[in-house]
């Protein structure tokens, strides 16, 4: 928490130092949920529960001065969940400042960055940290302190990242469902940096466009995002390896068709492995006149690891639906499934969205596990089924 | 004929061909005078509202703002930031359009701070749920359509030319539109939108024309009536301010991710 609050300061100071300059913009906005997740199944473990009601804030703040040359960014998260001892948290997921000049960009503080291009998995992307608690899909990061120097010239964009201050993953609690099998504490935490999590770790990322090609090529290297369990001490803990990842993703978009792939060489984590997502979208548009678009995703997930791979998707395919209906509401679906290809287990996900009058959001999201074989580690969700309804206020 | 001849009747027949001009010749010719007009503007910044009203007459508002730099030769890059609704505020469009090349099109989606490269073949789709397609809305080049003079008519007692015009691009859901174009601004009064059938579908007409930086003429306000759903949509703009010193630097990736 000591380099959060030295950011902190460091961005509200800097902040400060121009504020009086010409007109400035600032506003506050963001949303307040109240979501209910039900189980389709009594829990197999006592601290479990079948419903868990919770209620979410995600509060944001912008500033801006010199015409926007300048801003300050906050996003903040909290959950209050009833019956979820750690997934009720508090993380600053972005507090930063941003300096933009003709061929620069400076971006200070606690931020989000996102890479990639696929659906199903986000391998390529690896600047911040999963926040575990909050979702078991991987999808929800937490903030991550750094600087990060943009150099933007015609032939693409070269960020430099140097990012002090690690964040260990967040672990589910006993009482949570959707976790695996065991508890694991960043108390007992390992690492390989002699620095543990004050090691800096650093990233190069180029990307570009050229015609209907985007593309980005990136290496990373610095403490491992996601932790190896390792079992010693009577227990299994994580280990945080010092890895390599050079990471390409590239997205062709040709007329109604999306043609991806994301691919990652990572070294420093036991074997040295090759994992890859090749992805495809075919959008029908304005279906008869309807307005209505119905779009067809298909990816292959593939992890040279095999079996002894850090994931549930060595070697597996997605299949999915996208509607949109473009109604005044926005309602959207989003149904797919992914097959594990050797037969060790299935996930079928729904996603429904609709706005009600013009400041509220209704989602809908389900899974269903289905069989999974001991061996996989979705196996662990089996009797995880779920349904979960979030009603949100935006302002 | 020999080649005295030929020149000889070629003279004869030039004069001539200035009267006996094709409507087709005319049509094109109106337009190439309204985008010669329209030239120069170099950027702009505009805040728009949208209304959305339903056969029920009940309505919701959409507000955005917009960044458009004139490109010489190619279509304009324009970046939308939507603010309302409040769900979607944040998310930013980005888009380089092209006269009959697709468009490069990217989405920002704020909560994941994903910049998403999009389709650009949804011509015909609602724009935001609205009675305006996003063809209705992209830049107008020249080379878009194919163009007839049909005839001279007045609308609200201001003189048009009335030019039929036939999508060129791929996608459209217009099989033809009819154009009321002022004789003094050089700028629509009125569209009729026919559908892939032929069948009346739309009118557009625009209102309370003002003129800026002593050249360009813009319409204050909007009205898209659908016929076959009575939906229609009002498009206020609120304001434009001209040549605000932007660049082709305001309108890529980098940019998009922090346009708020």
Redesign the interface.
């Given at each position: 928490m000591n380099t959060f609050t030295r950011f902190q300061i460091a961005a509200l100071l800097t902040a400060s130092l121009f504020v009086q300059n010409s007109q400035a913009n600032n506003e506050w906005s963001g949303s307040v949920g109240a979501e209910w997740q039900a189980f389709r199944h009594d829990s197999s473990n006592d601290e479990q529960s079948q419903n868990y009601l919770s209620i979410v804030f995600k509060p944001e703040y912008v500033h801006e001065w010199n015409d926007g040359q300048h801003q300050l960014l906050f996003s903040g998260f909290a959950r209050l969940n009833n019956n979820n001892e750690n997934q009720t948290h508090l993380d600053i997921r972005e507090l930063y400042w941003n300096y933009a000049s003709d061929s620069w960009e400076i971006r200070t503080g606690i931020r989000k960055v996102f890479w990639g291009v696929t659906e199903s998995q986000h391998l390529v992307d690896i600047i911040n940290q999963t926040d575990g608690v909050e979702r078991f899909d991987g999808e929800e990061k937490l903030g991550q302190p750094m600087i990060n120097i943009a150099y933007i010239q015609d032939w693409g964009t070269l960020d430099f990242f140097v990012l002090p201050g690690f964040r260990e993953r967040s672990f589910p609690s006993e009482d949570a469902r959707l976790r695996p099998p065991f508890i694991l504490d960043n108390d007992d935490a390992t690492y390989d940096s002699s620095l543990e999590r004050k090691n800096v770790d650093l990233a190069l990322r180029y990307s570009h466009y050229l015609g209907d090609w985007d593309f980005g090529i990136s290496h990373f290297y610095g403490n491992s995002r996601e932790p190896r369990i390792v079992s010693g001490n009577g227990g299994l803990y994580p280990h945080y390896d010092l890895i390599h990842q050079t990471g390409v993703d590239v997205q062709a978009t040709i007329e109604s068709w999306l043609w991806k792939f994301e691919g990652i060489h990572r070294s420093g984590m036991a074997d040295n492995y090759f994992a890859a997502t090749f992805g495809l979208e075919y959008s029908f548009f304005d279906i008869q006149s309807s307005g209505v678009d119905l779009g067809i995703v298909a990816e292959y997930l593939y992890d040279e690891r095999g079996n002894e791979a850090s994931t549930p998707f060595e070697d597996d395919s997605l299949i999915g639906l996208r509607l949109a209906l473009n109604d005044e509401q926005s309602t959207e679906a989003l149904l797919g499934i992914i097959v594990d290809n050797e037969g060790d287990g299935n996930v079928l996900n729904l996603e429904a969205s609709r706005r009600i009058g013009d400041s509220f959001k209704i989602n809908l999201e389900a899974s269903l596990f289905f069989d999974g074989d001991v061996n996989d580690q979705l196996y662990a969700f089996q009797k995880d089924d779920y349904a979960q309804l979030t009603l949100s206020y935006f302002y | 004929m020999n080649k005295t001849n030929f020149a000889l009747c070629v003279l004869l027949i030039l004069p001539l061909s200035g009267f006996a001009q094709t409507s087709e010749e005319k049509g094109l010719e109106i337009v190439m005078e309204a985008d010669k007009r329209d030239n120069g503007w170099g950027d702009v910044k505009t805040e728009a509202v949208m209304t959305?009203r339903?056969a029920h007459g009940e309505s919701?508002?959409r507000k955005n703002r917009s960044k458009i730099l004139e490109v010489k030769d190619d279509g304009d890059k324009s970046l939308i930031i939507f603010d309302?609704?409040?769900?979607?505020?944040?998310t930013a469009f980005l888009s380089h359009t092209h006269a009959l090349k697709?468009d490069?099109q990217w989405l920002f989606l704020p909560s994941?701070?994903?910049?998403?490269?999009?389709?650009?073949?949804?011509?015909?789709?609602?724009f935001?749920?609205s009675e305006f397609a996003y063809e209705d809305l992209s830049s107008q080049e020249v080379e878009k359509y194919s163009y007839n003079y049909i005839k001279d008519e007045a609308v609200d007692g201001r003189d048009a030319f009335v030019i039929e015009r036939f999508p060129q691009y791929?996608?459209s859901?217009y099989k033809r539109q009819i154009v009321w174009m002022d004789k003094e601004y050089y700028q629509p009064l009125k569209i009729d939108f026919y559908?892939?059938k032929n069948a009346a579908l739309k009118t557009l007409t625009f209102h309370e024309y003002k003129q800026y930086l002593d050249q360009y003429w813009r319409p204050s306000r909007m009205e898209m009536k659908n016929h076959q759903t009575k939906k229609s949509t009002t498009l206020t703009w609120e304001k434009y301010d001209f040549r605000t010193g932007l660049?082709k630097?305001d309108f890529?990736?980098?940019?998009l991710k922090?346009a708020?």
């Open positions: - | 959305l339903n919701s508002v309302t609704p409040t769900d979607i505020k944040g697709s490069d994941l701070k994903r910049v998403k490269r999009v389709s650009s073949s949804n011509k015909s789709g609602p935001l749920g791929k996608k859901g559908d892939r660049k630097r890529d990736k980098n940019s922090r708020r």
